[in-house]
């Protein structure tokens, strides 16, 4: 889809178009005030306060009736500029510009507003010329909006649009808006019964459905496996800890407003953790190491709790309880690059089995120049990131570098994918540390008996199990591979009266096999259980009929096929075993 913000004529129009917004609201709602009204990816969006009136859908036909009159009528867009005193006076009752207004600086900002016939705005600009350049646009959405993202201040109503040069460009859009909503992991997650979500367990807190539990379940065993082939020692840990713990590890100074405030029991004062780090140094500081014992590697599906702003927070993708698939790994510094060569190829690896295509490989490094943000370590810096370098390369990995992006205890690798709506998010990360294994005192013994500190890798090949979750449902649009299916396989009788009891069998031989196998031997035609299946996205339809059960064979289609087999038993208990242990899409 593409992206209007990186596009210099559509980010104007779009920008425009947020104007006309406001315009056409003004005229609608005289009372409306108006916050601000940027360009975005997918077009711009306008915070407006209407008071104690809530936008409804039938409002955005409304506005969007009024944008096209004055559109039509065709006002020149026209700017003037202004003293910071003059635009103090001239919006002196209207809080909202007050508040942007009194935060900019004179000195280095002319302060502008375009006028539109009967409407001005505060903004920088640039414009079209004249509203009447602004044909073909459409409302898309609309939500509530804290002011500043902030709870604690009052709800605004925010609109979204989008504007285009042409109709066609529009209609386009507008279609793979529809596709994108019908890929959108909310959306098959509800019609699948992967996960739902409550008002009385709380924002961002999805309950995964017996169907998505297996989902999440066959992800743990598929990563557990290959994280022990490596080497990993998994654990488990608690899911709180106390301030001092986070005191230690630093979080609590540097990451305060990402947690949920602290709760005191007895005199102990716990927070639920955002992170599993400072657990896993504990346990590596339980024993004394030596430098032959290292890489060692401490894994946990570890739930963590972090405050995420209430509009941020999306289905499974963005939530406030997630369950990590994390390893900190403690290597000995000249242990980084291989070890960082094997995470890289973990992530390669699961990406090819789940047939993840568009992924982007970012490299946060610092900024040499800022000696204030980053861990002072020159000589580990240089060694670290030249290692991190060379393996991308020598993996042959396109990667894109950000610099002074890095965190303040080490450069990082960061997997980001385009989610079916919305802007890119992390998949998968890497994070070398050298920090964290001094605050909690770790070390080894080296060759010569010396004390030495590890360095960390905070790495995490799913991310979360959440996010992981969100991703592969709109990759496969809930059609999962065989292995991934809640339900691998529907056995349809021809006709439950004279099929059933073959039906039966054929359930029962498969359900002590281990395969996930529902019988629907519902009093429905044939055709109408077969589409169900597929709209339920089953891998494997059986048709069970006469045939069948006289030659002991089975007829299957698979999703989205419709060409029908017949094989004996046991090619079919083959065909499906080699399908599941291949685990491919
Ligand atoms: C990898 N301490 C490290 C860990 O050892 C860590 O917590 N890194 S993180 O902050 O980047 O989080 C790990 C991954 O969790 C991210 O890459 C991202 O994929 C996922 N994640 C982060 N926030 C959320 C969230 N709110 N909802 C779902 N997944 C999230
Ligand atoms: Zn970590």
Same mark, same amino acid.
């Given at each position: 889809m593409i992206n209007i913000k990186e596009n210099e004529r559509l980010s104007i129009m779009n920008h425009s178009c947020a104007h006309l917004l406001a315009q056409a609201v003004k005229h609608l709602y005289p009372n409306a005030l108006f916050w601000v009204g940027p360009v975005i990816e997918e077009g711009f969006y306008y915070d407006i306060d209407l008071g104690d009136e809530v936008i409804k859908e039938e409002d955005l036909a409304r506005i969007e009736k009024e944008m096209k009159k004055l559109a039509k009528d065709g006002k020149r867009i026209v700017r003037s500029e202004l003293t910071k005193e003059e635009a103090l006076e001239k919006f002196k009752d209207d809080p909202y510009k007050i508040d942007l207004i009194s935060r900019m600086d004179e000195s280095d900002t002319v302060i502008s507003c375009y006028t539109q016939g009967d409407f001005t705005d505060l903004c920088r600009g640039p414009h079209v010329?004249?509203? @009447?350049? =602004?044909k073909y646009f459409k409302l898309i959405k609309f939500s509530g909006a804290y002011w500043k993202g902030d709870a604690k201040n009052k709800m605004l109503q925010r609109i979204y649009g989008v504007c285009f040069e042409t109709l066609e460009e529009l209609n386009n859009y507008l279609k793979e808006l529809e596709e994108a909503k019908e890929r959108d992991h909310r959306k098959i997650g509800k019609d699948l019964e992967i996960f739902m979500s409550h008002d009385l367990v709380g924002k961002g807190m999805p309950l995964w459905l017996p169907n998505g539990a297996i989902i999440r379940k066959q992800l743990e065993n598929y990563i557990y496996e290959k994280e022990q082939k490596m080497g990993y020692m998994h654990v488990y840990t608690p899911c709180v800890g106390t301030v001092d713990l986070y005191k230690t590890s630093g979080h609590w100074d540097h990451y305060k407003e990402n947690m949920f405030p602290s709760m005191k029991v007895d005199d102990e004062e716990f927070v639920l953790r955002p992170m599993n780090c400072p657990h896993h140094m504990l346990i590596y500081g339980n024993k004394l190491h030596s430098y032959? &014992? =290292?890489?060692i590697r401490i894994g946990e599906f570890a739930t963590d709790f972090r405050y995420e702003a209430s509009g941020a927070v @999306?289905? =499974?993708?963005?939530?406030r309880c997630m369950c990590q698939n994390d390893a900190h790994l403690f290597v000995r510094p000249d242990q980084i690059g291989e070890e960082f060569k094997k995470v890289v190829s973990l992530i390669l690896d699961v990406y090819k089995d789940f047939g993840i295509q568009n992924y982007k490989f970012r490299l946060s490094l610092r900024d *040499?120049? !800022? @000696? &204030?943000k980053y861990f002072d370590d020159d000589e580990m810096w240089n060694m670290a990131e030249d290692k991190l370098r060379e393996v991308l390369n020598e993996l042959g990995c396109k990667y894109y570098e950000a610099v002074g992006e890095a965190a303040f205890y080490g450069p990082k690798l960061d997997v980001e994918v385009k989610p079916a709506v919305g802007p890119e998010v992390t998949l998968s990360t890497c994070q070398l540390d050298f920090l964290l294994p001094r605050r909690f005192g770790l070390s080894y013994i080296d060759k010569n008996g010396e004390k030495q500190v590890p360095v960390v890798l905070h790495r995490a090949i799913f991310g979360t199990f959440d996010r992981f979750s969100a991703f592969i449902i709109e990759e496969t649009k809930g059609a999962f591979p065989l292995w991934l299916s809640p339900t691998q396989i529907n056995i349809i009788p021809v006709n439950p009266e004279f099929h059933l009891d073959y039906a039966n069998e054929i359930y029962d031989l498969l359900k002590s096999e281990c395969i996930r196998v529902d019988l !629907?031997?519902?009093? &429905? *035609?044939l055709s109408y259980r077969m589409r169900e299946s597929q709209t339920r996205k089953i891998p494997y339809s059986l048709i069970l009929g006469d045939q069948e059960k006289e030659n002991k064979t089975i007829s299957y289609r698979k999703h989205g096929e419709q060409l029908t087999t017949t094989v004996t038993i046991a090619e079919f208990l083959t065909l499906i075993h080699n399908e599941i242990d291949l685990k491919q899409r």
């Open positions: 010329e004249s509203v @009447k350049e =602004l032959r &014992e =290292l890489p @999306k289905g =499974l993708e963005r939530v *040499k120049e !800022d @000696k &204030e !629907d031997s519902r009093n &429905e *035609k």
